[in-house]
Protein backbone atom coordinates (compact mmCIF):
# COMPACT_ATOMS: atom_id res chain seq x y z
CA UNK A 1 0.00 0.00 0.00
CA UNK A 2 1.67 3.36 -0.91
CA UNK A 3 0.61 6.74 0.16
CA UNK A 4 -0.29 9.47 -2.13
CA UNK A 5 3.04 12.38 -2.57
CA UNK A 6 4.21 15.68 -3.24
CA UNK A 7 5.98 16.03 -6.54
CA UNK A 8 9.03 16.48 -4.14
CA UNK A 9 8.27 14.19 -1.28
CA UNK A 10 8.38 10.36 -2.05
CA UNK A 11 5.37 8.48 -1.50
CA UNK A 12 5.67 6.32 1.89
CA UNK A 13 5.50 2.94 1.21
CA UNK A 14 3.93 0.24 4.12
CA UNK A 15 5.39 -3.50 3.45
CA UNK A 16 4.01 -6.67 6.03
CA UNK A 17 5.58 -9.96 6.61
CA UNK A 18 5.49 -12.82 8.66
CA UNK A 19 7.79 -15.71 9.18
CA UNK A 20 6.60 -18.96 11.26
CA UNK A 21 9.64 -21.28 12.07
CA UNK A 22 9.50 -24.31 14.24
CA UNK A 23 13.08 -25.18 16.63
CA UNK A 24 13.63 -28.30 18.57
CA UNK A 25 15.01 -25.82 21.00
CA UNK A 26 12.62 -24.56 24.33
CA UNK A 27 11.39 -21.21 24.36
CA UNK A 28 14.24 -19.98 26.50
CA UNK A 29 17.01 -20.98 24.56
CA UNK A 30 15.37 -19.16 21.13
CA UNK A 31 14.63 -16.15 23.41
CA UNK A 32 18.24 -16.10 24.24
CA UNK A 33 19.40 -16.11 20.09
CA UNK A 34 17.60 -12.89 20.35
CA UNK A 35 18.29 -10.98 24.03
CA UNK A 36 22.07 -12.30 24.01
CA UNK A 37 24.49 -10.48 22.56
CA UNK A 38 27.22 -13.55 22.00
CA UNK A 39 24.78 -15.47 20.31
CA UNK A 40 22.41 -12.62 18.47
CA UNK A 41 25.87 -11.61 17.02
CA UNK A 42 26.67 -14.80 15.17
CA UNK A 43 23.28 -14.37 13.50
CA UNK A 44 22.14 -10.63 12.99
CA UNK A 45 25.20 -9.24 10.80
CA UNK A 46 25.37 -8.02 7.32
CA UNK A 47 25.97 -9.94 3.80
CA UNK A 48 29.33 -10.54 2.13
CA UNK A 49 31.60 -7.70 1.92
CA UNK A 50 30.00 -5.75 4.94
CA UNK A 51 31.97 -5.31 8.28
CA UNK A 52 30.44 -4.62 11.37
CA UNK A 53 31.83 -1.15 12.93
CA UNK A 54 29.64 -0.63 16.64
CA UNK A 55 27.12 -3.46 17.86
CA UNK A 56 25.53 -2.52 21.56
CA UNK A 57 22.38 -4.70 23.08
CA UNK A 58 20.49 -3.48 26.26
CA UNK A 59 17.26 -6.07 25.98
CA UNK A 60 14.96 -4.39 27.99
CA UNK A 61 11.65 -2.35 28.47
CA UNK A 62 13.34 1.08 27.43
CA UNK A 63 16.41 -0.46 26.22
CA UNK A 64 18.20 -0.12 23.06
CA UNK A 65 20.11 -2.13 20.68
CA UNK A 66 22.88 -0.55 17.90
CA UNK A 67 24.76 -2.55 14.71
CA UNK A 68 26.37 -0.61 12.07
CA UNK A 69 28.93 -1.24 9.81
CA UNK A 70 30.00 -0.91 6.12
CA UNK A 71 30.64 -2.50 2.72
CA UNK A 72 34.04 -2.40 1.97
CA UNK A 73 33.51 -2.37 -1.68
CA UNK A 74 31.30 0.89 -1.98
CA UNK A 75 31.60 2.49 1.52
CA UNK A 76 28.09 2.20 2.10
CA UNK A 77 27.34 2.70 5.98
CA UNK A 78 24.15 0.63 7.36
CA UNK A 79 22.74 1.33 10.95
CA UNK A 80 20.20 -0.01 12.81
CA UNK A 81 18.91 0.94 16.46
CA UNK A 82 16.27 -0.36 17.83
CA UNK A 83 14.49 0.24 21.14
CA UNK A 84 12.39 -2.40 23.05
CA UNK A 85 8.42 -1.85 24.36
CA UNK A 86 8.06 -5.52 25.54
CA UNK A 87 10.56 -7.62 26.96
CA UNK A 88 8.46 -10.76 28.44
CA UNK A 89 11.62 -13.63 28.59
CA UNK A 90 10.74 -16.55 26.79
CA UNK A 91 7.60 -15.63 25.07
CA UNK A 92 7.62 -11.90 23.44
CA UNK A 93 9.66 -9.08 22.17
CA UNK A 94 7.60 -5.95 20.62
CA UNK A 95 10.58 -3.40 19.28
CA UNK A 96 10.90 -0.45 17.00
CA UNK A 97 13.77 -0.26 14.58
CA UNK A 98 15.12 2.09 11.87
CA UNK A 99 17.13 1.18 9.02
CA UNK A 100 19.61 4.30 7.93
CA UNK A 101 21.64 3.76 4.62
CA UNK A 102 24.38 6.30 3.57
CA UNK A 103 23.21 8.15 6.79
CA UNK A 104 19.98 8.65 5.38
CA UNK A 105 16.58 7.07 7.30
CA UNK A 106 15.33 4.48 5.22
CA UNK A 107 12.99 2.99 7.18
CA UNK A 108 10.97 2.27 10.28
CA UNK A 109 9.79 -1.16 11.76
CA UNK A 110 7.64 -2.31 14.12
CA UNK A 111 8.98 -5.86 14.85
CA UNK A 112 7.48 -8.60 17.08
CA UNK A 113 8.47 -12.21 17.90
CA UNK A 114 6.03 -14.38 19.89
CA UNK A 115 7.48 -17.71 21.52
CA UNK A 116 5.16 -20.63 21.78
CA UNK A 117 5.91 -23.95 23.67
CA UNK A 118 6.04 -26.95 21.55
CA UNK A 119 6.23 -30.50 23.27
CA UNK A 120 10.27 -29.70 23.86
CA UNK A 121 10.86 -27.21 20.73
CA UNK A 122 9.24 -23.53 19.65
CA UNK A 123 6.95 -22.49 17.43
CA UNK A 124 8.04 -18.89 16.34
CA UNK A 125 6.00 -16.34 14.61
CA UNK A 126 7.94 -13.23 13.63
CA UNK A 127 6.13 -10.10 12.01
CA UNK A 128 7.37 -7.11 10.46
CA UNK A 129 5.15 -4.14 9.69
CA UNK A 130 7.54 -1.58 7.68
CA UNK A 131 7.32 2.23 6.57
CA UNK A 132 10.10 2.51 3.61
CA UNK A 133 10.36 6.91 3.24
CA UNK A 134 12.17 6.97 0.14
CA UNK A 135 8.53 5.45 -1.81
CA UNK A 136 10.36 2.14 -2.65
CA UNK A 137 8.20 -0.79 -2.02
CA UNK A 138 11.40 -2.56 -0.32
CA UNK A 139 9.25 -5.64 1.33
CA UNK A 140 10.59 -8.70 -0.72
CA UNK A 141 14.19 -7.42 -0.17
CA UNK A 142 13.70 -7.03 3.52
CA UNK A 143 12.07 -10.44 3.93
CA UNK A 144 14.58 -12.24 1.99
CA UNK A 145 17.29 -10.67 4.34
CA UNK A 146 15.38 -11.78 6.97
CA UNK A 147 15.46 -15.16 5.91
CA UNK A 148 18.80 -15.25 5.19
CA UNK A 149 19.11 -13.88 8.96
CA UNK A 150 16.91 -16.88 10.12
CA UNK A 151 19.22 -19.67 8.26
CA UNK A 152 21.88 -19.31 10.86
CA UNK A 153 19.65 -19.38 14.09
CA UNK A 154 19.33 -23.29 14.43
CA UNK A 155 22.95 -23.51 14.08
CA UNK A 156 23.49 -21.09 17.57
CA UNK A 157 20.38 -23.08 19.49
CA UNK A 158 22.45 -26.04 17.97
CA UNK A 159 19.23 -27.75 16.90
CA UNK A 160 17.38 -28.06 14.07
CA UNK A 161 14.13 -26.68 12.05
CA UNK A 162 11.20 -28.79 12.18
CA UNK A 163 8.48 -29.21 9.73
CA UNK A 164 6.04 -26.38 10.59
Keep these: MTAAATDQT ?3 CHGLFTLKRRWAAPPARVFAAWTDPRLKAQWFVGPPG ?5 REMDVRPGGEERAEGQFAATGLTTRFHARYHLVEPGARLVYIYDLHLAE ?4 ITLASLSLQPDGAGTRLAYTEQIVFLDGEDGTALRLEGTEAHFAHIPAILDTQELAP
Excluded at 50 to 54: A, F, H, K, S, Y
Excluded at 104 to 107: A, K, M, P, T
Design 50 to 54: WQETR
Design 10 to 12: PAL
Design 104 to 107: RLHS
